[in-house]
């Protein structure tokens, strides 16, 4: 991919190239799929909510509003269990990989699609029972066919505001079989980017078995892979191709806090 400033003047238009084709991009009209970290923000993993803490000592009070000069104030979250998040195979390994260490590009193309998922009816295993809402590779298949992206954002029906704020934990949220992801890493996908809490079941006995077909496939890009959780695309964003521009706190853990913003990709 290839990014072009266009004129002379400054300008927020860049024209893009991907594998030849030339795209036009308005970096005026980003479109923000991040949510929020605050208190009534959403939650999984059984977390209690996120919380801001002004620091108070004998000498100090750390909040304006009760006499302080300034406010200074911890904040207690875990980046797994509140709000938009992205994380590295380190989540699933020995060694705490670090998400800062490991995203150094920040832009990609990519795609946003929307998907229904499905009640699995297929056998049982300890990862996926009958009746769970699935996202098989048979439903990615239809919407996912580029060659060309890096990044695919999933979003999930319904696509209510509810994603904004709901607590997950103990409601087995829909989750992708892993077939499904080793189907993106076959299509050289290597960010994933949806609005769930986790791409696998909430309870799998510790199998993790999506996590593991999308970063363990032994491939030599699985350690450049990340997936990002917890976004929301309202319903104005369309499904297409977009410019991603993943930014996250510099964290180094295997997870941080994350920005993902897209910007719509028009063909020139
Ligand atoms: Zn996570």
Known sequence: MVLHRISLFWSMIIE????????????????????PLHP????????????????????????????????????????????????????????IVSINKTLKNFFFPCRLVTIDP??????????????????SRKLLEKVVQDDFIEAVVIRTIPNTPEKLNKNYSNTNPPFFLPEALSFLREKGVKHLLTDLPSVDREEDGGILAAHHAFWKGGRPSDRECTITEFVYAPKEIGDGLYLLNLQIASFENDAAPSKPVLYQLLQS
């Open 16 to 35: 893009v190239s991907i594998k030849g084709a030339n795209y036009k991009c308005n970096l005026n009209q980003p479109l923000d799929i991040s949510i």
């Open 118 to 135: 499905k009640p699995y009816s297929g056998d049982e295993n300890d990862y996926v029972k009958r009746g769970d809402e699935v996202i």
């Open 40 to 95: 009534e923000g959403p939650r999984a993993w059984y977390v209690d909510k996120m919380k801001y803490e002004p620091v108070m000592t004998d000498r100090f009070t750390g909040s304006v509003e009760l006499g302080g000069a300034v406010n200074f104030r911890n904040i207690f979250f875990n980046p797994h269990g509140h709000g938009t998040h992205t994380e590295t195979l380190g989540h699933i390994d020995e060694e």
